[in-house]
């Protein structure tokens, strides 16, 4: 479908989705220098496309896992930027209770089943849930996103193995970013493309434009429509690139300046801004508006999270044995 055959409502939508992603990032990364956020940010900084441009070919009651780079992930399936702040600041109006922060955010009520500290973790997770869905007879598909150095852990190839062989309603996301830590994929893997790597497992593997939002969503949308239907599971990989460090703080000393600067022409959100005044005339005024809005969100996300209680040392044990925090069905 070109861009001109799209709504221009939708189209906006997806903007708006990838600069709240793009600015959460930055404002979260602003916000840990000045001290309101503790611990590490892995920010999605470049990766706005993979996670906007899949989510929105889902469901609400479909249900997706994240990884460490998680938070676009979360705002494209529609989570709320202030709770999310709240949970980075480690408030007790977070998605977690101020618990989990960046690494382990989840909302069952919006079908997010957790960002994830463990590299691979989420996707049999994924499996599992696609599993539930057969069994039940819900015509609902889970999505797994994970990167490409997920791509080699035993948790990638088992989760992909059984999801094949039981035609799960599942799909892979891989965003291939090139790089695992500061390791380049050339170093960590014998295949460039890792959506070659469906073949053992009896899918279809698709490669497509990470930075182009229409891409993805297309290429996500006929992966979830084959799942829905029983034709079971799709590796689809969008190879993109992290624009910052792999976290915050990281000295980049394993990529060089050229790489990054080549890699920033091609921006996803930048890009797709010009497309739209380009392409599809949208009026300057239209996306300032949402600039706008979007900026505001983020001033009150902040200003919530400033305000909300850190939890009480007291209740360190609360929920620990699930006696406490409700909505655990999905
Ligand atoms: C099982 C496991 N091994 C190692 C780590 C340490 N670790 C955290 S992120 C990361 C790199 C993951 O690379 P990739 O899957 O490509 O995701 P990206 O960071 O590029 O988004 C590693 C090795 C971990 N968290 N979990
Ligand atoms: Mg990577």
Not at 282 to 306: R, S
Request: hydrophobic share 45%.
């Amino acid at each position: 479908m070109k861009i001109e055959d799209y709504p221009k409502e939708q189209l906006l939508e997806l903007y708006r989705q990838m600069l709240t992603v793009r600015e959460f990032e930055l404002r979260a990364i602003a916000e840990r220098r000045a001290g309101l956020i503790p611990g590490f940010i892995h920010s999605c900084v470049g990766q706005e496309a993979t996670a906007v441009g899949a989510c929105a070919a889902l469901r609400p009651d479909d249900v997706i896992t994240s990884t460490h780079r998680g938070h676009g992930h979360l705002v494209a399936k529609g989570g709320l930027p202030k709770y999310m702040m709240a949970e980075l600041a480690a408030r007790t109006t977070g998605y977690c209770l101020g618990r989990g922060g960046s690494l382990h955010m989840a909302d069952f009520g919006l079908g997010i089943l957790g960002a994830n500290g463990i590299v691979g973790g989420g996707i049999p997770i994924a499996v599992g849930a696609a599993l539930a869905f057969q069994i039940r007879k819900e015509p609902r598909v889970a999505l797994a996103f994970f990167g490409d150095g997920a791509t080699n852990e035993g948790a990638f190839h088992e989760a992909l193995n059984l999801a094949g062989l039981w035609k799960l309603p599942v799909v892979f996301f891989c965003e291939n970013n090139l790089y695992g830590e500061g390791t380049p994929q050339a170093m960590q893997a014998p295949v460039a493309d890792l959506a070659l790597r469906a073949s053992s497992y009896a899918m279809p593997g698709v490669i497509v434009d990470g930075n182009d939002v229409l891409a993805v969503y297309a290429a996500t949308q006929a992966a979830a429509e084959r799942a829905r239907t029983g034709g079971g599971p799709t590796l689809v990989e969008g190879k993109t690139y992290r624009q910052r460090g792999h976290y915050e703080g990281d000295p980049m000393v394993y990529r060089t300046k050229a790489e990054m600067e080549a890699w920033k022409q091609r921006d996803p959100v930048v890009n797709f801004r010009g497309r739209l005044l380009a392409e599809v005339e949208v009026p300057e005024t239209d996306l300032a508006a949402i600039e706008q809005a979007v900026q505001t969100t983020l001033d009150q996300a902040v200003a919530f999270a400033a305000a909300s209680p850190k939890p009480a040392p007291e209740a360190a044990l609360a929920g620990v044995y699930g006696d406490t925090h409700g909505g655990l069905v999905f």
